[in-house]
């Protein structure tokens, strides 16, 4: 599919207050295709992943997950995190209310609220007061299953990938997942939910999710 239709170009010849412009739109005009889906994924060097109060964040190494994760949280505030951050990290299952804040500092990966490889992401949430994210910012991954009703909030701050508050790949679904953005500087794409399988053979959808805008 293109974005421009030709049916349009033709229609301004037969108007002859424009006649004598459609040659040159017809000449600077460029056809080009609809963009790609957007690519995220939680992988990829070192995972700092959230527990509960009582407890100091783990490390995760590449490829390494957790199991069931609920309620747990990372909050950084100052510093660097070379890779990347999360509430919950798990392989399958469920991620459930997990949360993960940057107040300040630096992640140079992407920050997760609940991720999960095959399963359920529900509930969880990404807070950006502060700081900058080199990667993506999303409140619910699941590779494989359904990411419904996580949660994105950005005050201020800078993040450099793609914001999403409940992301599915594959045949996954998306739902009542909410991005509010009221400050900062977001230089890539913002979506509420986004199925990256969202086609007819696939069976993902992708549906109620939102995107608030203010300040």
């Not at 609920?70 to 951050?85: E, M, N």
């Not at 609220?113 to 993506?136: F, H, K, P």
């Not at 793609?162 to 009542?176: D, F, L, M």
Request: a negative charge; charged letters at 10%.
């Amino acid at each position: 599919a293109k974005y421009v239709d030709e049916k349009w170009i033709e229609g301004l010849r037969q108007d002859d207050a424009v006649a004598e412009v459609v040659p040159v739109i017809s000449a600077r005009i460029r056809l080009v295709d609809p963009p790609p889906p957007p690519q995220m994924g939680p992988f990829g060097g070192a995972m700092l992943v959230g527990t509960d109060s009582a407890q100091p964040l783990q490390t995760l190494a590449e490829g390494k997950w957790l199991p069931e994760a609920a309620g747990d949280a990372a909050v950084i505030s100052g510093g660097t995190v070379a890779g990347s951050l999360a509430g919950a990290y798990v392989s399958s299952g469920s991620a459930s209310g997990n949360a993960a804040t940057l107040a300040s500092g630096i992640v140079s990966g992407s920050v997760w609220g609940g991720c999960v490889r095959s399963g359920t992401a529900t509930a969880n949430a990404v807070a950006l007061t502060s700081g900058t994210v080199g990667g993506d910012i999303c409140g619910g991954y699941v590779t494989e299953g359904a990411a419904a009703s996580n949660t994105v909030t950005i005050a201020n701050g800078t993040v450099s990938g793609i914001v999403c508050g409940g992301y599915a790949a594959s045949s996954g679904t998306a739902t009542s997942n909410t991005v509010t953005v009221s400050g900062g500087m977001l230089t890539s794409d913002v979506y509420g939910g986004y199925a990256a399988g969202s086609t007819a053979a696939s069976g993902g959808t992708a549906a109620s999710n939102t995107v608030s805008l203010s300040g």
